[in-house]
């Protein structure tokens, strides 16, 4: 099986600017998660799609948004960036996101914003 | 308010010698809590769980014990390798109404010295 991939790995961008990344779960995960991480703030959750539906929220402005697809692929966007907003972005996926199940993560998309 | 910390931010280990990381935790809610492992350019990788019924939980060259007079979570490495050079994360898990919450702590690198 396919690990969880994203895209584009490496990303540039400037301040005011909006970036949109993306992630494809493993084959058969419906539960996709998506966490910012950096250096001073260690891993923070931003939120979680399911069948479509954003089923968990983490405390994140409103520039930070997202999306999935019906094939479980998920996107997520963010808007008017900042210099703050440089980080590793993850996605994880699992079969249904509940209980102890092992979420699988990506390599990630490192942002710098310039 | 919850937290998840760690009380050292790197660890140097001798190959061969075990090696322990230690997680404090602030919300004593926490349904159950995960170990992962982040190599370098890779997202995090699943090590082991513990449910918070639980003292003990042993996997391969890994245990966790949690400590919940104290609030401690601590992961034992044993017979350390240069491959479990990393960051390790612990994180809790709480169970809300139809959500779950994972909260990460800020991460321990360990280095294996050869």
């Known amino acids: 099986k396919a690990g969880v991939t994203q895209t584009p790995r490496y990303l540039i961008k400037t301040r005011g600017q909006q970036v949109t990344l993306s992630c494809s779960p493993i084959?058969?995960?419906?539960?996709v998660s998506w966490y910012q991480q950096t250096p001073g703030q260690g891993l923070q959750f931003l939120f979680e799609?399911?069948?479509?539906?954003?089923?968990n929220k983490g405390n994140f402005p409103g520039r930070f948004s997202g999306r999935q697809f019906s094939n479980s692929r998920s996107e997520m966007n963010v808007s008017t960036l900042e210099l703050g907003d440089s980080a590793l972005y993850l996605c994880?996926?699992?079969?249904?996101?509940?209980?102890?199940?092992?979420?699988?993560f990506g390599p990630g998309t490192r942002l710098l914003v310039l | 308010g919850e937290s998840v910390g760690l009380h050292l931010p790197t660890l140097s280990v001798q190959e061969g010698d075990n090696s322990i990381i230690n997680c404090a935790y602030s919300?004593?809610?926490?349904?159950?809590f995960i170990w992962y492992k982040q190599e370098s350019g890779k997202g995090p990788q699943f090590i082991i769980d513990?449910?918070?019924?639980?003292d003990k939980r042993q996997g391969q060259r890994v245990t966790v014990l949690l400590n919940k007079t104290v609030k401690h979570l601590s992961l034992q490495i044993a017979a350390t390798q240069p491959g479990d050079s990393a960051v390790y994360f612990c994180?809790?898990?709480?169970?809300?109404?139809?959500?779950?919450?994972?909260?990460f702590g800020t991460g321990t690198r360990l280095t294996i010295i050869p």
């Open positions: 994180a809790e898990v709480l169970r809300g109404f139809g959500n779950e919450k994972l909260t």
């Open positions: 513990i449910r918070s019924n639980m």
């Open positions: 084959s058969g995960h419906r539960s």
């Open positions: 919300n004593s809610a926490s349904d159950y």
């Open positions: 994880a996926s699992s079969t249904r996101g509940r209980g102890q199940e092992t979420q699988y």
């Open positions: 799609y399911f069948s479509e539906t954003q089923r």
